[in-house]
């Protein structure tokens, strides 16, 4: 599979490692630092890549979206276009401190960020993933708890994008745990800022995980 990443901070470095790792094509796009995106490459091996993110959008089955809330607006009208994609979202309205703006960018409809992309980028499959994990997990040797799989928690519209999805969740090493439509990012994205808040409260940070349990 093709994987566009658009950000290049830890949550996109790490994921693109991973799939890169797994045998997808990764395209690493979208830093102020061209170094470090040529790092982040070599780093990922012999299918990762290098380009812009127009490249890493019309080049790629599947998009993952890992940037700053502020910057979300003028890089989707940049981007190009986005029709039959996969978008996967994992931006937050958390500030570096943890603070700050947690339902979408703000607008009369009080939509979620994963809701606001999906206005933004109305041809695109929009899947909400990966914001009840940390890069830091990501980035580690392994996912595993003890002798469990932490849960990541994954929504959309749009059935078929998100059992690709769920594969990629799964080829991280976490179990995928799927939500229901893009409806439930807003509940997703509110989860996500309080166990965030709490990692860093009770100091656990950032060596805790969510695990769904069934009975």
Known sequence: ?????????????????????????????????????????????????????????????????????????????????????????????????????????????????????QQLAPTAKVVEAFNTTFAEILASDSRQFGSDLPSVFYCGDDSEAKQVVSSLIEECGYEAVDAGNLLVARTLETLATAWVQLAVSSQLFPNLALKALRR
């Open 1 to 117: 599979m093709k994987i566009g990443i658009i950000g290049a901070g830890n949550m996109g470095a790490a994921l693109g490692k991973l799939w890169a790792r797994a045998g997808h094509h990764v395209i690493f796009s979208y830093s102020r630092d061209e170094n470090k995106l040529r790092e982040l490459a070599a780093a990922a091996g012999d299918t990762a890549r290098v380009g812009t993110v127009q490249a890493a959008v019309a080049e790629s089955d599947v998009v993952l979206l890992a940037v700053w809330l502020p910057n979300l607006e003028a890089l989707l009208q940049t981007a190009g276009s986005l029709d039959g994609k996969i978008l996967i979202t994992c931006v937050s309205g958390l500030q570096p401190d943890f603070t700050g703006q947690t339902i979408g960018i703000p607008t009369d409809l009080k939509l979620s960020v994963a809701e606001t992309i």
